[in-house]
């Protein structure tokens, strides 16, 4: 009953409020931050001069995909229909049927010609994949061949579950269900004026997940997702109206108008994909410090407690992946991933081709000093200390601090890892040694 009340009791909305405020300005900075600093503008720029080269091999790839399955025959058209009309505002008609054309010869090119097309493609996918790991921060990528693989099944399993969703969108508007779920929030086009929302939130957050050679957790990717479709929503409206209303560049470039039209829009369409990106990064990273501003505390103590595991695994002979050493150490994987990236970066650790971890520096004589002076602490050794810019009261209390320091972080890593001996065996040896 105690609870009963406690639960129905007014919330301090006040204390709520400020929290909300305080998180949502945290995760504003982390955000503005990356997108600077990953200098997303310039990479919208290199994928759209990509896109540019790989869009008719992307379009013959995905009809051909699709016309080789009877069933999906008939959502060819209703596919370039749905993408011309959803994602490619003001000259979507004039560009749309340019494509089409060019895809229409592109399928009549022989084999090396078809093989060049592919490769165009997956090229595409690969800046695409380098553009989000340097977002998400993975040190590092996929083989060639993985990455070659993933890209293919994208390029052949892409377009199946397209003409999937655009059959099940079928089946769903035309059930009767449907008619009663239009009636019920008020009309039958507010609820289809709802679908390329969650169309776009969905493809975004799977991208966001899918690409990154890194685990992102799907509400992260779902929050990136959805800020990436109102974001792509606005600007489609906001573009339309702006080129249906100012016809500058038909005034100044006449029939040809629709190529840098479309060329803006593709630049605008990266950009909304790089900030979704780096908003998912944001949210689960905003509460940790950048490695170039010093890691806090809490970093160091999950590289020791990760090696700790690290070094217990090994005694198999064999490396462990992020979510076991996750696990063991019993920290997010999240945070796991990028405290071995951290130490991968100063040589502690390294990852195999298969993707597990192992330690790569000899911790008989790695020691603890090293590792807390490899995770960048905010905090320097007190040793460090230089006189010229410290006081002398601060410099004495660090000077005695030191001294205790000495001895516990001059040892090596593998002597704190090591299974202490017990009371009986240290009784046994002193037994012995009498």
């Not at 001069?49 to 959502?75: C, D, G, H, N």
């Not at 972080?409 to 009498?434: D, I, T």
Request: aromatic share 12%; proline share 4%; charged share 15%.
């Amino acid at each position: 009953m105690k609870d009963i009340t406690r639960w129905l009791q007014a919330p301090d909305w006040r204390s709520v409020w400020s929290d909300l405020c305080r998180e949502s300005g945290r995760v504003w900075r982390f955000f503005r931050a990356g997108f600077a600093e990953d200098n997303c503008t310039f990479a919208a720029g290199a994928l759209t001069y990509t896109s540019l080269l790989a869009l008719v091999p992307l379009m013959t790839v995905t009809f051909s995909v699709l016309a080789a399955f009877p069933v999906f025959q008939t959502v060819s058209a209703d596919l370039q229909n749905f993408v011309f009309e959803n994602f490619v505002p003001a000259a979507g008609e004039v560009v749309s049927e340019h494509l089409q054309d060019f895809a229409q010869k592109a399928s009549g090119l022989t084999a090396a010609g078809i093989v060049f097309l592919v490769l165009t493609a997956v090229m595409l996918m690969a800046n695409i994949d380098s553009a989000l790991n340097a977002i998400f921060k993975v040190a590092r990528k996929r083989r060639p061949l993985a990455s070659f693989l993933v890209y293919w099944a994208v390029l052949t399993l892409g377009p199946l579950l397209l003409g999937a969703s655009l059959v099940m969108t079928s089946f769903l508007v035309s059930a009767p269900l449907f008619d009663d779920a239009a009636e019920t929030i008020g009309g039958r086009a507010r609820l289809l004026s709802v679908l390329p929302y969650l169309a776009e939130m969905l493809a975004f957050a799977l991208l966001y997940m899918a690409v990154p050679n890194r685990p992102v957790r799907w509400r992260h990717a779902l929050g990136g997702g959805l800020l990436a479709a109102v974001l792509f929503e606005t600007a489609k409206r906001s573009f339309a109206w702006y080129v249906t209303s100012f016809p500058t560049y038909e005034a100044i470039y006449g029939a040809l108008a629709a190529v840098p039209i479309f060329l803006i829009w593709i630049y605008l369409s990266w950009l909304v994909i790089l900030a979704g990106a780096e908003f998912t990064y944001a949210l689960g990273n905003y509460r940790q410090r950048d490695a170039r501003h010093g890691h806090s505390a809490k970093h160091f103590v999950r590289a020791f407690r990760l090696l700790q595991a690290l070094w217990r695994g090994q005694e198999t002979g064999d490396g462990q992946s992020v979510a076991a050493l996750a696990r063991a150490a019993r920290v997010d994987s999240g945070d796991a991933n990028d405290t071995l990236e951290s130490l991968m970066r100063h040589k502690v650790v390294t990852q195999e081709d298969g993707g597990d971890w192992v330690v790569t520096r000899d911790l008989h004589r790695y020691t603890l000093r090293d590792l807390y002076q490899d995770c960048e602490p905010t905090v320097p050794w007190p040793q460090d200390v230089s006189a010229a810019t410290s006081s002398q009261a601060y410099l004495a209390a660090i000077g005695q601090v030191g001294g205790c320091l000495e001895e516990a972080f001059g040892r090596a890593l593998a002597s704190y890892f090591e299974p202490l001996p017990s009371p009986q065996m240290k009784q046994k040896n002193g037994v012995a040694e009498a």
